[in-house]
């Protein structure tokens, strides 16, 4: 059975920083690609970046590239999402997402291809 579960969220003023994190279990994370999103009320539930656990390649939405890393502790199957430079539009409800694959889709990181969902994170960066 596949979990996701995410913690590390909080309040941080603009500029500064936040990690969040995300246990994964029940799954070869190898064969994996993982992925975070974030929504706001009302709004569509983004993508922010994704990394297949295979290879390592990974993919950022333009409006966190250079700010925001994902990255992977593979000794505690924990996926992490370093935030820097965090902006008020950054705030959100944070999610880790999994699917069970060969390969992320290059460039894309959309909701429709992620089958397994953590509980979420809320960020909170004021100004």
């Known amino acids: 059975q596949v979990q996701l579960v995410e913690s590390g969220g909080g309040s941080v003023q603009a500029g500064g920083s936040l990690r969040v994190s995300c246990a994964t279990s029940?799954?070869?994370?190898?064969?994996?690609?993982v992925a975070w999103f974030r929504q706001t009320p009302g709004k569509e539930r983004e993508g922010v970046t994704s990394t297949y656990l295979g290879s390592g390649s990974t993919y950022y939405t333009n409006s966190v590239m250079g700010r925001f890393t994902i990255s992977q502790d593979n000794a505690e199957n924990t996926l992490y999402l370093q935030m820097n430079s965090l902006e008020p539009e950054d705030t959100a409800m944070y999610y880790c997402?999994?699917?069970?694959?060969?390969?992320?889709?290059?460039?894309?990181?959309?909701?429709?291809?992620?089958?397994?969902w953590g509980q979420g994170t809320q960020v909170t960066v004021s100004s």
């Open positions: 029940g799954f070869t994370r190898m064969r994996a690609c």
């Open positions: 997402a999994a699917a069970i694959r060969s390969h992320c889709y290059g460039g894309r990181i959309w909701k429709g291809d992620f089958d397994y």
